[in-house]
């Protein structure tokens, strides 16, 4: 299918500020899509609040625009009644680790097979430029007016640590590499997480004095290298990117079918009236 027939034409242009990486990362799952040749009717997108979540208005597929924060609470419902679609979630900073946090953690526990992008450009940008839990020590935010003390999550380490089986972190520079690992962590049977390291002029690069998106872009191609490489070595200050975690493990679904069909055998075996038998007897 054409890159063209996912999208939503009369939604734009977009609403996202000039030099926003959002718009990098839809084209890049767009694409991802296309390759992937999934039907639109296959797809569910989720979203919750926010800069990112924006992302699902523009996709013509099948979309859920949630709460804040439960974007993964309304999609591990769509997928249990409905295993055979491709659930994808697009999140920033808030509704993936923040509101969203304990939501992210028991997804990746359970590796229900779900696509989870982590929109992280280190700031809560569609309300005023607030600090979050990606931003970082020394950060200047609306909320943080004398810079922040507190420390990031680092989405790789919490999301490896939670049990997701494919973990994986690229930028809004490396275009490519972004759209490969979309299409890997869409294949992937289980909980998937890509963690996109991306610009926001409007807030964070304007408080923080790190210049236009197109430097921000720079810093983001200078300040990551691939995962392999021996730079990290010499400069901890690197962030690496690449899959870190792509492991075969049991999915949800599949493990709730198969305690559904056990219990069914049981049942019989005792005699007693199953399903729609159960229900005339009621």
């Not at 639109?40 to 992302?55: L, P």
Request: aromatic share 6%; hydrophobic share 40%; glycine share 8%.
């Amino acid at each position: 299918m054409a890159i063209e027939n996912y999208i939503r034409k009369r939604f734009f242009p977009h609403i996202w500020c000039p030099g926003c990486g959002h718009g990098t990362v839809l084209n890049a799952l767009l694409r991802a899509l296309e390759q992937l040749g999934l039907s639109k009717n296959e797809i569910v997108m989720v979203s919750g609040i926010g800069c990112s979540a924006r992302i699902s208005g523009y996709v013509d597929v099948h979309t859920l625009h949630t709460l804040h924060g439960r974007a993964l609470a309304f999609a591990t419902g769509v997928k249990l009644s409905r295993p055979e679609l491709t659930i994808l979630v697009p999140m920033g900073d808030g509704d993936a680790l923040a509101i969203g946090g304990n939501h992210f953690l028991h997804a990746a526990r359970r590796n229900i097979d779900i696509t989870a992008i982590i929109l992280n450009n280190r700031i809560y940008g569609m309300t005023g430029g607030q600090f979050s839990p990606l931003s970082g020590c020394g950060i200047q935010a609306t909320t943080a007016p004398y810079s922040t003390i507190d420390h990031a999550f680092d989405v790789v380490e919490l999301s490896r640590a939670a049990g997701a089986s494919f973990v994986a972190r690229t930028t809004t520079f490396h275009v490519r590499e972004l759209e490969k690992m979309l299409v890997q962590a869409i294949r992937h049977r289980g909980f998937s997480v890509v963690e996109v390291l991306s610009q926001c002029p409007t807030h964070f690069g304007r408080r923080n004095k790190e210049g236009s998106a197109v430097d921000m872009l720079k810093k983001l191609q200078s300040k990551t290298v691939p995962l392999n490489s021996r730079k990290l070595e010499l400069d901890p200050s690197l962030v690496p990117r690449g899959v870190f975690v792509d492991q075969d493990k049991p999915e949800y679904c599949e493990l709730y079918d198969d305690m559904v069909a056990r219990s069914r055998v049981e049942v019989e075996e005792q005699g007693q009236p199953v399903g729609a038998d159960a229900r005339k007897e009621v």
